[in-house]
């Protein structure tokens, strides 16, 4: 907890309590910054995508990289759902934390021998591979192991997904996935690949997309490439639609695609697909399900600008500093204090260090306490501790109750396996 005394101002009802439960009470408790997150927000987001998809045969593998901590992750479990992992450390996450390996699909540009090993040991459902290399390692382990790897291609259908740059994956000159002209190669000759079943179409084009256009055009063109090799007489068992719908960060600003829109789109271009359709989803279930809690330090009124300092800085969310993201900020203070422009800062020692520039919020006093909203996703998954900050606290909210789902890292556990330098080898 930090020095600072709570501030006892009367906030406003409707923000100061989340899931039937006192934010400014749990603050108190558990300290600040800290991560809290919604379970039946996330539930909400859950049921509403799972009625959308009525009738497919779908399966929502959620993109644990989004919010990978365990309970959010068994949550997910506990849903049914899914996961899409970018890892081997995610691979063991979500076995831990009890989705089945028939429901983890691995998706990455990197994933080394030694990843894809533990993957078919685990009895992953299913590779999505992003290069004719990969391609190669994947039938070498598996017939290493005697086994056979179910392998999507990802396509890289060179769409603009109209998103951030640092965020946008599914145009030619990014890293991720292959053209359909490699893909189409690929199945040519995919009867010498006697470990690897590749009857699977796999395309995500970029993060927080707020357009339905991208995502239609991305789909056409998997649709399409689907069509042109079931005629040529392959078998697509799966075709999964990745992730990417776009969230509200800015009120009155971000206007998300309807669910219901975004699982029309997926229902008119794979009409008469009678394999199974997987889903990628990851900020959209859990970013507007959590908040980022934290204390203002102090104002510091410098020559040509007001700073609110708070005790959250860019290793607790990066978001603004890597992609100069909005998120709305709400001060938990009486709403009738007059306002005032702030750019809201962290402690850390760089001026990226930034959440807000010229923000416009009720006056601050130190102390207050100050929620910084649409932090579910990609905000710990994110943190480092920079400066030497211990990794924040989380807390999962449900119905009027809360539980700490991790605790506020101590200097100790941030230093655990550093070592002083007395075990000299040569090399
Ligand atoms: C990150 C990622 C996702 C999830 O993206 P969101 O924008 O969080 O929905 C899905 N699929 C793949 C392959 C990813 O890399």
């Given at each position: 907890?930090?020095?600072?005394?709570?501030?006892?101002?009367?906030?406003?009802?409707?923000?100061?309590c989340r899931d039937g439960v006192d934010l400014p009470a749990v603050a108190r408790r558990v300290g600040t910054p800290c991560h809290v997150y919604s379970a039946s927000a996330i539930h909400a987001r859950i049921d509403a995508l799972?009625?959308?998809?009525?009738?497919?045969?779908?399966?929502?593998?959620?993109?644990?990289?989004?919010?990978?901590?365990?309970?959010?992750?068994?949550?997910?479990?506990?849903a049914g759902l899914g996961a899409?992992?970018?890892?081997?450390?995610?691979?063991?996450?979500?076995?831990?934390?009890?989705?089945?390996a028939d429901r983890i699909v691995f998706s990455g540009v990197g994933k080394t021998a030694e990843e894809i090993a533990d993957a078919l040991d685990a009895g992953v459902a299913r590779f999505n591979v992003e290069s004719a290399d990969e391609l190669q390692l994947l039938q070498h382990v598996a017939a290493a192991r005697n086994v056979v790897?179910?392998?999507?291609a990802r396509i890289n259908p060179d769409v603009d997904a109209l998103t951030h740059a640092k965020i946008s994956t599914g145009k030619?000159?990014?890293?991720?996935?292959?053209?359909?002209?490699?893909?189409?190669?690929?199945?040519?000759?995919?009867?010498?690949?006697?470990?690897?079943?590749?009857?699977?179409?796999?395309v995500h084009i970029g993060s927080q997309m707020l357009s339905l256009d991208p995502i239609r055009a991305a789909l056409q063109r998997v649709a399409a490439f689907w069509r042109e090799l079931t005629a040529a007489g392959h078998t697509i068992r799966s075709i999964d639609v990745g992730g990417g719908l776009g969230v509200c960060y800015r009120a009155g600003h971000d206007h998300p695609v309807p669910v219901n829109d975004y699982a029309g789109a997926i229902r008119e271009a794979l009409a008469g697909f009678e394999g199974r359709i997987l889903l990628e989803p990851g900020r959209w279930l859990v970013a507007e399900a959590g908040v980022l809690l934290t204390r203002v330090v102090r104002i510091k009124h410098g020559r040509e600008r007001k700073f609110l300092i708070l005790d959250a800085a860019m290793n607790d969310l990066l978001r603004p500093s890597l992609y100069d993201a909005w998120h709305d900020i709400v001060p938990l203070v009486d709403a009738t204090r007059p306002s005032q422009t702030y750019d809201v800062v962290g402690p850390v020692c760089e001026t990226g260090d930034t959440f807000a520039r010229g923000r416009e919020l009720p006056e601050c006093r130190a102390g207050d306490l100050v929620m910084i909203k649409a932090t579910g996703a990609y905000?710990?998954?994110?943190?480092?501790?920079?400066?030497?900050?211990?990794?924040?606290?989380?807390?999962?909210?449900?119905?009027?109750?809360?539980a700490v789902v991790r605790e506020r890292q101590t200097f100790e556990e941030m230093v655990a396996g550093e070592q002083s330098a007395d075990q000299w080898e040569t090399a």
């Open positions: 907890m930090t020095a600072t005394t709570a501030h006892t101002a009367p906030a406003s009802a409707d923000t100061a799972q009625t959308a998809l009525h009738g497919l045969d779908a399966l929502v593998c959620y993109a644990a990289k989004a919010n990978s901590n365990v309970a959010v992750l068994q949550l997910i479990a506990n899409d992992i970018v890892s081997g450390g995610e691979l063991w996450r979500c076995l831990y934390a009890g989705i089945p790897a179910n392998a999507s030619s000159e990014n890293k991720f996935g292959v053209s359909i002209d490699e893909a189409r190669q690929w199945f040519a000759s995919s009867a010498a690949l006697t470990h690897v079943r590749l009857d699977g179409l796999h905000g710990a998954s994110m943190a480092s501790t920079y400066n030497s900050r211990p990794l924040a606290a989380e807390v999962l909210l449900d119905r009027g109750r809360y």
